[in-house]
T-cell receptor, first 112, second 111 residues
């Protein structure tokens, strides 16, 4: 079974802090994704990566950056957290860009 | 990207078949229809996908109309654990297109 894990289920940070969200997949997938989910807005793609050190902006990249130094790990970085970044963050991976995506359990981030 | 339209919410009695519709009237020939669901407080889970033929797996059946402008996800014997938000998504089979999730249908299974 594909397993996608995220470093925390719940996280509370203060405005202005630098925040790292980590995602690890164990199936040697080429592609990894970061989404955020907010009530009434569905899932929105922040960034995705189709190879090590490669990244592409999604629909809402502003205020975020990503890092993919190893194939199995994809990090989402909030350089200076703001209250409007309070959300559920979901990581996913897939073997090909249009293949089935497998999601992690999510990290609920609260920025105070 | 083809857009999808789904009802905001639906109820279904436990043990009955749940039929979830999705309209994708602007779908193009190279776009697949995917269905995911998200149970409360969990990440989305893949259910099924298809191009033009009907598909069935251990979770559900997918019926795609001949003109491909709409589809229906069928859960044949709904259980309380099927209560979730169901997302219908269309995506091309080439290029750098990414999945775009809408707001989905909130399906509630009634005991």
């Amino acid at each position: 079974d594909v397993k996608v894990t995220q470093s925390s289920r719940y996280l509370v940070k203060r405005t202005g802090e630098k925040v790292f969200l980590e995602c690890v997949q164990d199936m040697d997938h080429e592609n990894m994704f970061w989404y955020r989910q907010d009530p009434g807005l569905g899932l929105r793609l922040i960034y995705f990566s189709y190879d090590v050190k490669m990244k592409e902006k999604g629909d809402i990249p502003e205020g975020y950056s990503v890092s993919r130094e190893k194939k199995e790990r994809f990090s989402l970085i909030l350089e200076s957290a703001s209250t409007n970044q309070t959300s559920m963050y979901l990581c996913a991976s897939s073997p090909g860009l249009r293949d089935t995506q497998y999601f992690g359990p999510g990290t609920r981030l609260t920025v105070l | 990207d083809a857009k999808t339209t789904q009802p905001t919410s639906m109820d279904c009695a436990e043990g009955r078949a749940a039929n979830l519709p999705c309209n994708h009237s602007t779908i193009s020939g190279n776009e697949y229809v995917y269905w995911y669901r998200q149970i409360h407080s969990q990440g989305p889970q893949y259910i099924i996908h298809g191009l033009k033929n009907n598909e069935t797996n251990e979770m559900a059946s997918l019926i795609i109309t001949e003109d491909r402008k709409s589809s229906t996800l069928i859960l044949p014997h709904a259980t309380l654990r099927d209560t979730a938000v169901y997302y219908c998504i269309v995506i091309s089979n080439f290029g750098n297109e990414k999945l775009t999730f809408g707001t989905g249908t909130r399906l509630t299974i009634i005991p």
